[in-house]
Structures are given as C-alpha cells and as structure tokens.
C-alpha cells in the first residue's frame, strides 16, 4: 500500500513555469502540498505562486547549472522535509539531417540528462534525511515514450530520454533498499509549448491537464512507471517488439513522408 502523497507533503518540481510541470503544480497544489517551483524565467514561476501563496514558493535557477541548483539546495533545506523530488525540466531540438549538426544532440543530452543528474547532488540528500526519519520519499522523472520507437529527426531526443530512463532504472537499483521509490513517466504527447511547435501529426494528444492527473493518480497508487495515454504507448510497444528490420522500414518510410 503506497504512502505516498496521503498527508500534505514538500514538493521540489523542476520545469513548473509552463505545460506537463505548470499543470502537475496546480493539480499537487489542490491535493494540498506544498511545492517549490524551478525554471530558467522567474515571472512565470511568481506568477503561478499567486495561485495559492502560501502553497508555493518560487526557487528559479538553471538545472543545469551547479552554482543556481547550490541556492536551490539552500531554499529546499529550508522548507523541511523533502517528500517528492519531480524532475520535469526539459527540452526537445529535432535535427535536420541535411544540416547535422551535433550541437543539436549535445543541447537534448545537456538539459534532459546532464541537467537531471545534477539536480539529483541536491535532491538525493535532502530524500535521504526525509527517509532517515522513516517518511515516505520519492524520486520522479519525467522521460518519454518517444524512444521506444525510432523516430526520424528525434536522434538527439530520443537518446536523451533513452539514456534518462536507463539513468532513472538504474538508480531505482541502487536505492531500492534505502527505500526511497524512483518513478519514471513516459507520456505520449502532450499539448504544451513544447509540442506546439511541431509541425507532424501528432496522435492522441492530450492535455497537460490530463496528464497532470494520470500521473498524479500514478503516483498516488504507488506505480512507479507511468505511461499514457494508453492507446499510444501500447501502440509503440508493439510496434518495438517487430523484427528490427521490419522497425527500420517502418521507420524509414515515416521518416522520409515526414511523419
Ligand atoms: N509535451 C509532450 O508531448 C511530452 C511528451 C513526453 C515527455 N515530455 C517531457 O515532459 C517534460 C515537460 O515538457 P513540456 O511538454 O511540459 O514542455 P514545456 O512547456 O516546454 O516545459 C518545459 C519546462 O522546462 C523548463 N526548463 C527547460 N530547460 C530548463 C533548464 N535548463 N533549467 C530549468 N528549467 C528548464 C522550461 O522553463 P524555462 O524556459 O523558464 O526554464 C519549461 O517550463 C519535458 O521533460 C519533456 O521532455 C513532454
């Protein structure tokens, strides 16, 4: 039985200014926990803070940036115990194969992993104090289901978020027996800023508002990976588990009608 999320709890959230993390934010605020907001921009951040100020504090720094996350720390020591860490904060560059530019994978991996590892020198400390005491403590990062299956123009996308999930697995591995639960989210897409920039079909969009809640529900049951909607993730599941040559024309295909 999970214990998560049952009495009002301290929420560290990274990526809270805009889409999936704005609207987990709100949704974690009308279950009555309290939340420290993170993005590069503080107006959106303060902004959101007017929603219920006596909820929500704003902490704005780069995650990937050692000497912002080093404040943060200071902010987050100061609230308490640390119930819930959610490490949202991301970015998705498409590359234009034509124009390679490597740049373009080094940005994806910069933000998407580098960025939530070094969340995790101050996140991982305060957890271990919340847990010494014997309270629940959780670990949240929001990957993608995009990697399941190779999408043109997502190489750098896609293999941050695939090697986020292996980072992410693979410190559930190594924490499980200080008990503090590592969660993975895998959406499909979600209509924030981030994906109306897009210029492909994009199947079984949802809302942020949607996903704030399944994830809040996941986390709520204690699930520690969470994927939606549904119809998409089982759909790439399958289609992940074809012969990898059938995959590649697959892919080929989708790639070169821009799909
Ligand atoms: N939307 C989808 O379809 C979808 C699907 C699967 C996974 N995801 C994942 O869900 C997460 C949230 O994405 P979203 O769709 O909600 O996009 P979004 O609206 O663009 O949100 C991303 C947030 O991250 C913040 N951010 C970016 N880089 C940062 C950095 N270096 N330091 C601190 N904050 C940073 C941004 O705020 P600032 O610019 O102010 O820093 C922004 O508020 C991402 O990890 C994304 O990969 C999204």
New binding site residues.
Partial sequence: MSHRLESPSNIWI?????????ALTRALVRGNHRLIL????SE?LEELCRVAPEKMLSAP????NQEDLRQIAQVLEDQGDLHMVIL?????QYLDVAEYDSRIIEQNVH??VI?TARCLDIALPALRRTRAKGLPATLVI?????WWFPFGRAEGYGAS?AALTYFAHSLRADLAHEGIDVVVV??????????DRNDFPMPFLVT?EDAAERIVSGLAKGKNEIDFPKRFTWTLRLLGALPQGLVDRMAANMARKGT
């Fill in positions: 990274t990526g809270a200014g805009s889409g999936i993390g704005e993170t993005g590069r921009r959106p720094g780069d995650t990937t949202n904060a991301g970015t998705c933000t998407n960025g929001v990957s993608s289901s995009a978020k895998s959406p499909g897409f979600v209509k924030t800023p981030l994906t942020a």
